[in-house]
């Protein structure tokens, strides 16, 4: 049995030992393939191996035609929107996400993103406080909820959109449940964006709700570039000087957003949201248990594909 752990960013030290153990300790061998820059590793690697353990790295056809012996990937974190799921399906290869393991990492940046922006990116001049601010968290989701609990520490007033989750579990929060996106957008001054990419959300943020921002609203997006509706996103940041927009990781045209916006706009270098060694460990270790539990019992908890 031999479980390969591809990762284009790794995971910090500390988790890939203790996912070598768990993985050593089923009797299973441990294949690495960290910081690889082109495809063709990735193809050779997943040859002969039974399960694969992935971050954001792209699992599609080629991948799972390559992986001979492949039965299961576990993607170490929440989005899965780097696999394919139905060509995974159609290889007979079940799909895991390890929900809730890095979401605390992820709201924490949010938080991280916030205060820099609200104090001008530290350059000396007077900034804003999040204090009695008006805070929209966009799905209430692991992400959501973690971002609404340090909200609350701040002394924000928080609303919150997200059609699959009851107003009650938001208003136990703490949280005002809002129905309409629009509304969203409207009412808060900073917006924070945890909705995955799937066909409806991608683009579904664009001009009209990023304009109808308060004044002096911040848009903080720590979750896929591809939500944004980039055109939408420029012309809302043209018309109106007050708007900020801070996301990790950085949109397609970076760098004409960033030459045109200057300290108005943040991004980071690689998504860095749940870049810390304890996300790390909770993420890596939750998927390598899922792999070997998979290929010893056949247990698929968390599978994502039909
Ligand atoms: C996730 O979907 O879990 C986050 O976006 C983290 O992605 P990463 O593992 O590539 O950092």
């Given at each position: 049995?031999?479980?390969?752990?591809?990762?284009?960013?790794?995971?910090?030290?500390?988790?890939?030992?203790?996912?070598?153990?768990?993985?050593?300790?089923?009797?299973?061998?441990?294949?690495?393939?960290?910081?690889?820059?082109d495809k063709q590793a990735l193809l050779d690697a997943v040859?002969?191996?039974?399960?694969?353990?992935i971050r954001s790295d792209k699992v599609d056809?080629?991948?799972?035609?390559?992986?001979k012996n492949l039965k299961v990937v576990v993607r170490a974190g929440a989005g899965y929107d780097n696999v394919d799921l139905a060509a995974a399906t159609a290889h007979d290869v079940c799909v895991q996400n390890t929900p809730g393991q890095n979401s605390n990492a992820v709201a924490e940046l949010v938080f991280g993103l916030a205060v820099m922006m609200c104090r001008n990116?530290?350059?000396?001049?007077?900034?804003?406080?999040?204090?009695?601010?008006?805070?929209?968290?966009?799905?209430?989701?692991?992400?959501?909820?973690?971002?609404?609990r340090i909200a609350r520490g701040f002394e924000m007033n928080i609303s919150a959109l997200d059609p699959y989750c009851p107003d009650n579990v938001m208003e136990d929060a703490g949280v005002s449940p809002v129905h309409s996106v629009e509304q969203l957008y409207r009412e808060n001054k900073v917006v924070s964006i945890h909705i995955p990419a799937t066909p409806e959300t991608k683009g579904s943020i664009g001009y009209d709700l990023i304009a109808s921002m308060p004044k002096g609203g911040l848009l903080i997006n720590t979750a896929r570039k591809e939500v944004i509706d980039e055109e939408?996103?420029?012309?809302?940041?043209e018309e109106r000087q007050d708007l900020k927009y801070a996301a990790d990781v950085a949109p397609e045209r970076a760098m004409e957003i960033k030459e045109r916006f200057g300290d108005r706009v943040f991004f980071?270098?690689?998504?860095?949201g749940a870049q810390t060694s304890e996300a790390?460990?909770?993420?890596?270790?939750?998927?390598?248990?899922q792999v070997i539990a998979f290929l010893t019992t056949g247990e698929a908890r968390f599978k994502v594909n039909k």
């Amino acid at each position: 049995m031999k479980v390969l752990i591809a990762t284009e960013k790794p995971f910090a030290a500390v988790a890939v030992d203790g996912m070598r153990k768990v993985i050593e300790e089923a009797g299973a061998e441990l294949v690495l393939l960290e910081k690889y820059t082109d495809k063709q590793a990735l193809l050779d690697a997943v040859a002969d191996v039974d399960g694969l353990i992935i971050r954001s790295d792209k699992v599609d056809g080629e991948v799972l035609d390559a992986g001979k012996n492949l039965k299961v990937v576990v993607r170490a974190g929440a989005g899965y929107d780097n696999v394919d799921l139905a060509a995974a399906t159609a290889h007979d290869v079940c799909v895991q996400n390890t929900p809730g393991q890095n979401s605390n990492a992820v709201a924490e940046l949010v938080f991280g993103l916030a205060v820099m922006m609200c104090r001008n990116m530290y350059n000396g001049t007077s900034g804003t406080e999040l204090k009695d601010k008006t805070l929209g968290i966009q799905a209430f989701g692991q992400v959501g909820r973690n971002v609404a609990r340090i909200a609350r520490g701040f002394e924000m007033n928080i609303s919150a959109l997200d059609p699959y989750c009851p107003d009650n579990v938001m208003e136990d929060a703490g949280v005002s449940p809002v129905h309409s996106v629009e509304q969203l957008y409207r009412e808060n001054k900073v917006v924070s964006i945890h909705i995955p990419a799937t066909p409806e959300t991608k683009g579904s943020i664009g001009y009209d709700l990023i304009a109808s921002m308060p004044k002096g609203g911040l848009l903080i997006n720590t979750a896929r570039k591809e939500v944004i509706d980039e055109e939408g996103l420029i012309k809302a940041l043209e018309e109106r000087q007050d708007l900020k927009y801070a996301a990790d990781v950085a949109p397609e045209r970076a760098m004409e957003i960033k030459e045109r916006f200057g300290d108005r706009v943040f991004f980071t270098p690689k998504k860095m949201g749940a870049q810390t060694s304890e996300a790390n460990i909770n993420a890596g270790l939750a998927a390598a248990r899922q792999v070997i539990a998979f290929l010893t019992t056949g247990e698929a908890r968390f599978k994502v594909n039909k």
